[in-house]
Every structure is written in structure tokens, then in C-alpha cells.
């Protein structure tokens, strides 16, 4: 194979005499057949699944936040699992304050056809904190900003952690968390003033990517970064 060329990955390609695919109809809530990689992944790692269970056809799976990242990399890596595109990262919190807040990862095996729900349970008052799986899927680099920026997760890892969606400055919290207000933290006329010093266009338009002539107005850090070379991005 020459440089810079690929091969495309087919769905499918690794079944043998695979059927082809059709849209599941009258799928029950709770039940069904088990995505085949759970039992696979318990040979391989017996302490790591707490749960697993199918929910509107789809094999959900809550492992141990310390095993995590071990696990989907195995998945990733193992020819006979291929989980080679990771589609989301995102976080629930529920209206129950007493129940865990979980990081969930949506990965799928083209290869295999399968797809399955990787959950991590985050407890109230621990540290909102998991391992970040950048090194395995180059596309979790924004998804996990964007968690991070909504939902405070940290993940441990990431080589460039820090807000996408809000200004790097924000200062009022997470806005996807069930303890933010409707309104937010600050007055009215305080987030206007706070949205008005931040000089947004010159942080998030072209000039973040290209050094242009706004970089004297850019915070520090980033031109920090970007002074040095160091990528931001994919």
C-alpha cells in the first residue's frame, strides 16, 4: 500500500455469508439477543462489567471506570472485535440526585455489524473524572471537550482539555447539569458584561487557526499554543 492511500473498511466484510441488513421492526424495550462481544469481553477482562443488559435492541454494558479505557482499547485493537469508529461521548445526569451520573461511549464494529453502549457510573461527590480514549479514536478529541464543557467530566489524557462550545473564561458552571440555573448564575447585565470583555470573535473565529491579526488579543495561553506550534486539533 502507498503512502497517504487507504482501505475502505465495508460493513460486514469480517461476517461470513452475512445476510443482508434490514431495519429491526416491533423491537421489545427490555430483552433480546446479547451483543456477542459482552461475553467476549468478560473472558477477557472478568471484573470489568458491573451490568449488561439490551434496551430497545441495543447491548448497553456499565463497566468499571478504573478498566475503561483497557477495554475499548481491546475492543479497538482485537481482530476478532474491530471496534474501529467511535460515533459519540456524552453524560447523563438524571432529575434523582441520588443517582450516578454516567459518561457513556457509542462505538461500533463496521466489520462485525455490532454496536455497543459503554457506560462508566460517576457517583455524586467523587471526582468527576474518567480516562480519556483520544489515544485510541482521534475523533473523541471535541467530543470529550464538549463534555467536559457541559457536564465539568474531566478526562484524563486529552491533550488539549478545555472548553468548545462556552468561552474559555466562562465562569458559571456546566450548563447541561441539573443543579445550573434556567437563567444561569450571574444577572442579566453581568453575563452581558462578561460576554462583552471575553471579545468572542477574536477566541473562536478563523484567526484561533491561522495566527492572524487579532493574535495580541487572544488569552495568553492560547497564544501560548499557538506561538509554539502545538496542535489544538485533529
Request: net charge negative.
Amino acid at each position: 500500500m502507498s503512502k497517504g492511500s487507504f482501505s475502505p473498511v465495508i460493513a460486514g466484510s469480517a461476517v461470513t455469508n452475512a445476510a443482508a441488513p434490514v431495519t429491526p421492526k416491533n423491537i421489545p424495550n427490555r430483552g433480546g439477543a446479547m451483543n456477542p462481544s459482552v461475553d467476549a469481553i468478560r473472558a477477557q477482562f472478568p471484573t470489568a462489567i458491573k451490568r449488561a443488559e439490551v434496551t430497545w435492541g441495543e447491548t448497553v454494558i456499565i463497566v468499571d471506570r478504573t478498566q475503561v479505557h483497557d477495554l475499548i482499547l481491546w475492543l479497538h485493537d482485537d481482530a476478532t472485535q474491530k471496534y474501529d469508529y467511535l460515533s459519540d461521548v456524552t453524560a447523563v445526569e438524571f432529575r434523582d440526585f441520588e443517582q450516578p451520573i454516567e459518561v457513556v461511549w457509542h462505538i461500533r464494529s463496521l466489520p462485525f455489524r455490532r454496536f455497543l453502549r459503554v457506560k462508566v457510573e460517576i457517583e455524586k461527590g467523587s471526582e468527576m473524572a474518567v480516562p480519556s480514549v483520544w489515544d485510541i479514536y482521534k475523533s473523541a478529541d471535541w467530543l470529550e471537550r464538549e463534555c467536559y464543557d457541559m457536564f465539568g467530566i474531566t478526562f484524563a489524557g486529552h491533550p488539549d482539555l478545555r472548553r468548545l462550545l462556552m468561552w474559555e473564561q466562562y465562569k458559571e458552571g456546566y450548563p447541561l447539569r441539573k443543579d445550573f440555573p434556567l437563567r444561569g448564575r450571574f444577572s442579566r447585565s453581568e453575563q452581558l458584561r462578561q460576554a462583552l470583555a471575553a471579545n468572542p470573535e477574536a477566541r473562536y473565529s478563523k484567526e484561533e487557526l491561522s495566527i492572524a491579526d487579532a493574535f495580541e488579543d487572544l488569552p495568553e495561553d492560547m497564544r501560548r499554543r499557538l506561538g509554539s506550534g502545538e496542535r489544538t486539533g485533529e
